[in-house]
C-alpha cells in the first residue's frame, strides 16, 4: 500500500431484521453520513448469527464483523438477543485462540430510531480497524 493510499477496513454487519437493519435504514432515509465500508446482511434475528459465520469471514479477511441486534428486552423473538450476547463471548474467545484482535468484533443494540446511534457505530469501527490495521487473513 503506497503512502497516499489509507488502509480503508470492510466490515461485515449481520443486523436484525426488526431493530437494527431498520435503524440503518433510517440512518439512510435521514441522510446521516457514515463510511461506506460496511456490507449489511439482514437476519431475522441476531440469535440466528453462528459462530461459524463470522469466524468464516474473519479467516476470509473481513476486517471487522458487527452484530447489531434488538435491545434485551426488546427482542421480536423474546430471547434472541440474549443468545448473541453468549455467543459473542464464545466468538472473542475463539478469535483470541486465532490470534484476532478481539476488537475486530463488536456487539451493538439499536433499535428501528436510532439511525444516528447505527451511524456512530459505524463511524467508531472503522475508526478503531483503521488504528488496527488490516486483517492478516486479507489476501494480499
Not at 29 to 37: C, D, G
Not at 71 to 90: I, Q, V
Not at 101 to 123: C, M
Request: proline share 6%; with cysteine; net charge negative.
Amino acid at each position: 500500500m503506497g503512502e497516499a493510499e489509507e488502509f480503508e477496513p470492510l466490515i461485515l454487519a449481520f443486523c436484525c431484521n426488526w431493530c437494527s437493519y431498520a435503524g440503518a435504514d433510517l440512518a439512510g432515509t435521514a441522510r446521516i453520513s457514515y463510511p461506506p465500508n460496511i456490507r449489511i446482511i439482514r437476519v431475522m434475528c441476531s440469535g440466528m448469527v453462528h459462530p461459524a459465520l463470522v469466524m468464516d469471514a474473519i479467516s476470509k479477511g473481513v476486517d471487522g464483523v458487527l452484530i447489531a441486534g434488538c435491545h434485551p428486552g426488546d427482542c421480536h423473538y423474546t430471547d434472541g438477543n440474549l443468545k448473541t450476547e453468549r455467543r459473542f463471548e464464545a466468538m472473542q474467545v475463539m478469535m483470541e485462540d486465532m490470534g484476532i484482535e478481539t476488537q475486530r468484533l463488536r456487539l451493538e443494540w439499536v433499535s428501528s430510531g436510532e439511525g444516528e446511534k447505527f451511524a456512530r457505530v459505524v463511524r467508531e469501527m472503522t475508526e478503531q480497524l483503521k488504528k488496527i490495521g488490516p486483517n492478516p487473513f486479507k489476501p494480499r
